[in-house]
Nanobody, 125 residues
Framework: QVQLVESGGRLVQAGDSLRLSCAAS????????MGWFRQAPGKEREFVAA????????YYGDSVKGRFTISRDNAENTVYLQMNSLNPADTAVYYC??????????????????WGQGTQVTVSS
């Protein structure tokens, strides 16, 4: 069982930056492919970013490409999402997820095995 705990979400203004963190339990974090998703009210959960086990490969959703950066620190069992140039369309609950089987980046929601409880990001105009 892997527990994921997100933090860092809060109310910000358009144009601001924010960094989310996701801490994972256990000693096998380095073997997990990790991802970030988000869900706005009334909408489907949307892929945001993914990172491979080693951190050498990353992939982003079209709506955040060029503004968001995913990274990981395997020594700290933590994955990060740096979000720049935020706009109201980025308002959502952000979830991190772990895929304990894959080596590369994983963009499909159903392939992830574990999810965090989410952290709210609200961007005011």
């Amino acid at each position: 069982q892997v527990q994921l705990v997100e933090s860092g979400g809060r109310l910000v203004q358009a144009g601001d930056s924010l960094r989310l963190s996701c801490a994972a339990s256990g000693r096998r974090f380095r073997y997990y492919a990790m991802g970030w998703f988000r869900q706005a009210p009334g909408k489907e959960r949307e892929f945001v970013a993914a990172i491979s086990r080693s951190g050498g490969s990353t992939y982003y959703g079209d709506s955040v490409k060029g503004r968001f950066t995913i990274s990981r620190d395997n020594a700290e069992n933590t994955v990060y999402l740096q979000m720049n140039s935020l706009n109201p369309a980025d308002t959502a609950v952000y979830y991190c997820a772990a895929d304990v089987h894959s080596i590369g980046v994983v963009t499909t929601r159903r392939e992830y095995d574990y999810w965090g409880q989410g952290t709210q990001v609200t961007v005011s105009s």
